[in-house]
C-alpha cells in the first residue's frame, strides 16, 4: 500500500516552454502533497505544500508564479514549471501524505528528472 | 529557521565495516526525527525515531535519538556495496507535517 506515482519519469524540454509533473496517490487520499526539488549531489529541497483545495504554500525563494501547484483530487497534485530555463534542470520529487498517519510520514513518488535545454 | 545538519557528508568504507552517521537539529515544534536512504530514485524509508533513547533496529541498521542534546545517528554493522547510498535525515514537524532535510551523507562502501 501507500504507492505515490510521478508522470512523466523524465522530461527534456526547449528554453521558454512549460513542463507539467503530476504526482499521485494510488491506493489512498492524499490529504497533503509536497513538492521537493533535489540538485545533483544536495538534498531536497522543500518547495511547497499543498492540500486538496486550497492554494499551495511556497517555501520561502519558491516563485509562485513560475512554480504553479494545484492539487484539485485528493489524490492527484501537479507541478508547472512555466518558462522553464536550464537553471530549472533539477530532480522533482513529489511525496504525500494522510489524515490520521504519523507526523512526518509521507510517502515519496520515484522523481522526474526535468533537463531544460 | 529550523535547521537539520548531517555529518559527515561524504564517507568512503570497505565492506565489513561499521558507519556512524550523525543528524543534528535545531528546530521548534520538534515531533518526529526521519531517517531515509536513495539510491538513485526518491529516498525510502528506513526509521522514525520520536523519543528519546530509544533504539530502532532494522536487521544492519539501528538508529537511536537523543532530544536533550539534539541529534540522532544511524548505525550500520557489517556494512556491503548495496548499502551504498545517500542517508537523508529529516524533522518532520508537528504544525505541517513537512519536512525538513539535511545535506545528506553520501556513503560509499567498497568491495
Known amino acids: 500500500g501507500a504507492v505515490v506515482s510521478q508522470h512523466p519519469s523524465w522530461v527534456i524540454c526547449k528554453s521558454g516552454t512549460s513542463v507539467k509533473i503530476e504526482c499521485r496517490s494510488l491506493d489512498f487520499q492524499a490529504t497533503t502533497m509536497f513538492w521537493y526539488r533535489q540538485f545533483p549531489k544536495q538534498s531536497l529541497m522543500l518547495m511547497a505544500t499543498?492540500?486538496?483545495?486550497?492554494?499551495?504554500?511556497?517555501e520561502q525563494g519558491v516563485e509562485k508564479d513560475k512554480f504553479l501547484i494545484n492539487h484539485a483530487s485528493l489524490t492527484l497534485s501537479t507541478l508547472t514549471v512555466t518558462s522553464a530555463h536550464p537553471e530549472d534542470s533539477s530532480f522533482y520529487i513529489c511525496?504525500?501524505?494522510?489524515?490520521?498517519?504519523?507526523?512526518?510520514?509521507?510517502?515519496f513518488g520515484p522523481g522526474t528528472r526535468l533537463t531544460v535545454l | 529557521e529550523d535547521k537539520v545538519v548531517q555529518s559527515p557528508l561524504s564517507l568512503v568504507v570497505h565492506e565489513g565495516d561499521t558507519v556512524t552517521l550523525n543528524c543534528s537539529y535545531e528546530?521548534?515544534?520538534?515531533?518526529?526525527l526521519l531517517w531515509y536512504k536513495q539510491e538513485k530514485k526518491a529516498p525510502t524509508f528506513l526509521f522514525m525515531l520520536?523519543?528519546?533513547?530509544i533504539e530502532k533496529k532494522s536487521g544492519r541498521l539501528s538508529s537511536i535519538l537523543d532530544k536533550k542534546e539534539l541529534f540522532s545517528i544511524l548505525n550500520i554493522t557489517a556494512t556491503q556495496t548495496g548499502d551504498s547510498a545517500i542517508y537523508l535525515c529529516?524533522?518532520?514537524?508537528?504544525?505541517?507535517?513537512?519536512?525538513?532535510f539535511g545535506q545528506g551523507t553520501t556513503l560509499q562502501v567498497k568491495p
Open positions: 529529516a524533522h518532520g514537524s508537528s504544525n505541517t507535517g513537512k519536512l525538513i
Open positions: 528546530v521548534t515544534n520538534f515531533r518526529s
Open positions: 499543498s492540500n486538496e483545495g486550497s492554494k499551495a504554500t511556497y
Open positions: 511525496s504525500a501524505s494522510w489524515t490520521g498517519g504519523p507526523v512526518g510520514e509521507q510517502f
Open positions: 520520536t523519543s528519546s533513547g
